[in-house]
C-alpha cells in the first residue's frame, strides 16, 4: 500500500490507523530479531499517536499528509525524550531535550514514530558493520550487508517493518543502502531539506534525506520534510514545488546524460553495468534523449571526499570530551587523562581512523598540501556538473559498482570499503539531489540500483524520471521468487 492509499483507505474508514500500526508492530517482533535494523522501538508513543489519528477522523477533521504513516528514523536525528545514541558507545545515554526540525515537521504532518534505526556509528561506514550495537542483515540474504551508514533504514523499509523512514547522506549513505536493499532512497540538494538536530559527521556534506518502497511515497516525505527552517543556517529559503504534481508528466524529449566515467571503472561488475544501460534504453523507448556526458574529475571525488569529509569529522567530534555529556571515562587521574580514556573508550575503530585522518590533514605543514587542494578539486567537481547540466536535464549513472557484499568482506581493507561509495560521492561534494531505485537483479537475485543525478533544486525532474521508469518498468514485479525474508 502507497502512503496515497493508505490515505485514503484511512479517510474512508476501510481500516483504522491503529490496525495498520498493529501490523506493523507485529511483522517487527517476527522479523527484526533476524535483521536487526532497530536499536530502539516506540511502540507505546505510536499507538497513542494512532489512536489520535483515528480520533481525528472519527470527529469529521481533515486528515494532515501523512496521518497514520507507519516510520522509522536513523538514529542520528535527535527525538525529544527518545534516546539517540548515533549507534555509539559515546552516547548510548543520550536523550536529547529537543526534537530535530525533520522530525518535528513529521509528527505535525501526522506520521506515527516506530523506532529508531541502526546505522554505521556516527554514520560512518558503507556496511552498518561499525554500529556499536551489532551488525544491522541485508533482509534479502541475511550472509550480506544492508550497506551504510542508513543500513538500518533500508532494511526496515526493505523488509515491511515500516513504510517510510529517514536516513542521512554524507557520501551516499542513503543511496546506496537504498541500491543494497533494492527500496527508494532520495538525498536532497544541500540546503533544501533543514540539517537541525542531526548529530553532525561532515556539515558541509550531510544531508537528510527519504526511503520509501515507490517513487511517489518519496516524493510525499520529501514534501513534508523540505523548506526553509530559521534554526539551520544553511538551509536555503526557496519555495518548495509539489513533487507529486511532477511526477505523472511524461519524460519524452528529456535530455539524460550518461557520465561515461562511471561506466569505465575498473570495480564495476558487468551485472550492473547491463542492468543500468538496460535501464538507460527503457528511458530512451519513453521519449528520453540520451547524450554522453564527460566529467573529467568524476573519479577524483573519492580521494577529495575523505580528505574533507574526515576534516570535518575531527572538527564536529571534538566535542565529545567526557567533560559535557556522553561517555566518561570512569577511571582517570587529570582532566586530559579524563578526555583521552573517554575517547579511547567509547570511540570504535573506524571513528578513530577518520578522525586520526582528518586531524592529519587540517594539521599545521598539511593544511594546504592537503585540505586546501581537496576544496580546490571540489570546485572542479561541482564545475564539471555545472557544464554538464548546459546540455542535460538529469544524469544517469549506476548507484553503486556492486550488490550487496558478504558480511565482513572489507574487515581488513578498509580502502575497498570506501570506494563502494565511488559512484554517489559526487553528488555530495557538489550538493546536488540524486535518488536511488531499483533497476534489476543479479544472477544471485540481489537488487541493482540506478541513480539519477539532478541540478540543484531540481528535485522534481529526477523524481519524475525515476517514477516514469518505476511505473513503466516495473521491476518489482520481476523480483526472484523464493528471494527475501518472509
Not at 10 to 16: K, P
Not at 147 to 167: D, E, I, P
Request: with cysteine; proline share 5%.
Amino acid at each position: 500500500m502507497s502512503i496515497a492509499q493508505l490515505r485514503k483507505s484511512l479517510e474512508i474508514g476501510d481500516i483504522s490507523s491503529l490496525e495498520i500500526v498493529e501490523d506493523y508492530i507485529n511483522r517487527i517482533d517476527q522479523v527484526d530479531k533476524h535483521l536487526h535494523s532497530y536499536l530502539n522501538l516506540t511502540f507505546e508513543r505510536a499507538r497513542s499517536d494512532a489512536k489520535k489519528i483515528d480520533n481525528l477522523r472519527l470527529e469529521g477533521k481533515k486528515l494532515p499528509p501523512l496521518a497514520g504513516v507507519p516510520i522509522a528514523i536513523k538514529d542520528n536525528l535527535c527525538t525529544k525524550n527518545i534516546t539517540t545514541t548515533c549507534s555509539s558507545k559515546m552516547l548510548q545515554n543520550f536523550v536529547p531535550p529537543y526534537e530535530s526540525t525533520v522530525t518535528h515537521r513529521l509528527w505535525k504532518a501526522g506520521a506515527i514514530l516506530l523506532g529508531k534505526t541502526n546505522l554505521d556509528e556516527f554514520a560512518m561506514g558503507s556496511s552498518t558493520e561499525t554500529s556499536a550495537f551489532g551488525t544491522t542483515f541485508n533482509p534479502w540474504d541475511i550472509s550480506r550487508v544492508p550497506g551504510g551508514s542508513s543500513g538500518g533504514s533500508a532494511a526496515a523499509v526493505s523488509s515491511g517493518l515500516c513504510m517510510a523512514a529517514l536516513g542521512s547522506d554524507t557520501g551516499g549513505s542513503i543511496r546506496q543502502p537504498a541500491s543494497f536493499c533494492g527500496v527508494v532512497g532520495l538525498k536532497p540538494t544541500y540546503g533544501r531539506v533543514s540539517r537541525w538536530g542531526l548529530i553532525a559527521f561532515a556539515s558541509s556534506l550531510d544531508q537528510v534525506g527519504p526511503f520509501g518502497n515507490s517513487v511517489s511515497d518519496v516524493a510525499e516525505i520529501l514534501q513534508v520534510i523540505s523548506g526553509n527552517d530559521p534554526l539551520d543556517s544553511t538551509c536555503l529559503n526557496n519555495p518548495v514545488p509539489n513533487y507529486s504534481e511532477q511526477l505523472s508528466k511524461p519524460i519524452a524529449g528529456m535530455r539524460i546524460g550518461l557520465i561515461s566515467q562511471c561506466f569505465n571503472q575498473p570495480g564495476l561488475s558487468d551485472e550492473v553495468k547491463h542492468s543500468v544501460m538496460q535501464a538507460a534504453d527503457h528511458l530512451a523507448s519513453l521519449g528520453a534523449e540520451l547524450i554522453d556526458i564527460e566529467c573529467p574529475c568524476f573519479n577524483d571525488g573519492i580521494a577529495t571526499y575523505y580528505v574533507i569529509a574526515p576534516s570535518e569529522a575531527s572538527a564536529n567530534l571534538a566535542r565529545y570530551d567526557g567533560v559535557k555529556y556522553g561517555y566518561r571515562s570512569g577511571e582517570y587521574s587529570s582532566l586530559s587523562d579524563m578526555m583521552s580514556r573517554s575517547r579511547s573508550e567509547a570511540f570504535g575503530k573506524e571513528v578513530k581512523r577518520r578522525i586520526l585522518i582528518g586531524t592529519y590533514a587540517l594539521s599545521a605543514g598539511y593544511v594546504d598540501a592537503y585540505y586546501k587542494k581537496a576544496q580546490k578539486v571540489r570546485t572542479l567537481i561541482r564545475r564539471d556538473f555545472d557544464n554538464a547540466f548546459k546540455s542535460v536535464d538529469v544524469l544517469l549513472t549506476p548507484t553503486s559498482p556492486t550488490t550487496a557484499f558478504k558480511l565482513g568482506a572489507h574487515d581488513n581493507d578498509p580502502l575497498a570499503m570506501y570506494l563502494s561509495d565511488l559512484l554517489t560521492i559526487p553528488a555530495n561534494l557538489a550538493g546536488l539531489p540524486a535518488i536511488s531505485l531499483p533497476c534489476g537483479f543479479d544472477s544471485s537475485g540481489l537488487p541493482i540500483g540506478l541513480q539519477l543525478i539532478g541540478n540543484v533544486l531540481e528535485e522534481s525532474a529526477i523524481l519524475q524520471v525515476a517514477h516514469q521508469y518505476e511505473q513503466s518498468a516495473e521491476v518489482s514485479k520481476k523480483r526472484p521468487k523464493g528471494q527475501f525474508i518472509q
